[in-house]
């Protein structure tokens, strides 16, 4: 978000990601008493994530601990995104240590706050983001990166590089070392490419565009069982962030190195599930369960999918069969009640 001198209160969107209502609610107080007015709450990593990829926020203030994904994961997945790194992004605990700021650091972090958080404080810190003096190094830095990806797409690799090189010695960043790998990759330099690529992946283990560039070095290096790994790892990531074009196009590079993949075809069940393309995704589970007949889970997901597009009677029959091999499956049979009173 860039800064403003001039910024509506009314105007501006918070999203709150905390495992504690009472905390949520004594942070929209303080924001509330400043004049803020629109909110969005999460209870963990997960739910912050989707609502991000759903409506704009100006703020992200969220908790350390939390269920599911916590707050320094949500900072990592939230970086790696090219919008939503754009975001400030605060974390709010009760204790600091040094090992948490350089980890947060890494990741662009806008600020910590102290728990439980004093309001002229809070203000400081929305001020500084809203109406602070631009910071000229930040600028410059940002310009850089900004001509240096210029300089890619018009095919210049040599003085883009050397521009990219030059960031690095301002701060190590896993999109720093993304384009470093990009370029080393076009120029066929395939083993300082992957270099780059492990240090992306190393500094943000969730940056899915890194995992998915190293997998296309690997194919080209011929090294398929490094690239099946690498890519399959660029699909769950991109699957988690509902990336779903991006899922299916590294999940079917992995099919092309090994077709007996089970998880493979698992992920692109669930995908094209949760895009509600259910012929597809009963493709995929069907041969998901021929390469696996014994795994209830994908049955389980099978019957989901089945259920969603009105096959009550064979997702019945399909979740009889994973409690035929797992009687204690308990999601299953929590399902088959259901549908059998007519849920």
């Known amino acids: 978000m860039p800064k403003k001198k001039e910024i509506k209160k009314e105007d501006i969107s918070f999203l709150i990601a905390n495992k504690d209502s009472a905390k949520r609610e004594q942070l929209m107080g303080a924001l509330r008493t400043l004049g803020y007015k629109h909110f969005e709450q999460a209870p963990d990593g997960i739910t912050a994530f989707h609502l991000l990829k759903r409506r704009d926020a100006d703020f992200i203030f969220s908790g350390l601990e939390m269920p599911q994904m916590d707050g320094l994961s949500l900072l990592k997945i939230v970086s790696a995104d090219d919008v939503l790194s754009k975001i400030p992004f605060f974390i709010l605990t009760v204790a600091i240590s040094r090992e948490l700021v350089i980890e947060a650091g890494k990741y662009g972090i806008a600020g910590f706050l102290m728990e439980p958080v004093q309001v002229p404080i809070l203000k400081k810190k929305i001020d500084e983001i809203l109406v602070g003096d631009p910071d000229k190094k930040s600028e410059a830095v940002e310009e850089m990166y900004e001509k240096a990806k210029r300089l890619i797409d018009e095919g210049n690799y040599d003085e883009s590089l050397a521009l990219f090189k030059e960031l690095l010695d301002v701060h190590e960043n896993a999109e720093v070392y993304y384009n470093i790998g990009y370029i080393k990759s076009a120029q066929e330099k395939y083993d300082e490419a992957l270099v780059a690529f492990r240090k992306a992946v190393t500094i943000n283990n969730l940056h899915a565009?890194?995992?998915?560039?190293?997998?296309?070095v690997y194919?080209?290096?011929?090294?398929?069982?490094?690239?099946?790994?690498?890519?399959?790892?660029?699909g769950e990531i991109f699957l988690e962030r509902e990336m779903h074009e991006e899922a299916e196009k590294a999940f079917s590079e992995v099919l092309k190195i090994n077709p007996s993949t089970t998880n493979v075809y698992n992920s692109l069940g669930i995908s094209c599930r949760k895009q509600h393309k259910y012929k597809e995704a009963v493709r995929h589970y069907k041969m998901a369960i021929k390469v696996d007949p014994e795994d209830e889970h994908i049955h389980y997901n099978l019957s989901r999918t089945l259920l969603e597009d009105k096959q009550i009677e064979e997702a019945k029959i399909v979740l009889k069969r994973a409690l035929q091999m797992n009687p204690n499956f308990s999601e299953a049979s929590r399902l088959l009640q259901a549908i059998e009173v007519g849920f």
């Open 219 to 234: 194919i080209k290096t011929g090294e398929p069982e490094k690239a099946e790994k690498v890519l399959e790892k660029a």
């Open 209 to 216: 565009r890194a995992f998915k560039a190293m997998g296309e």
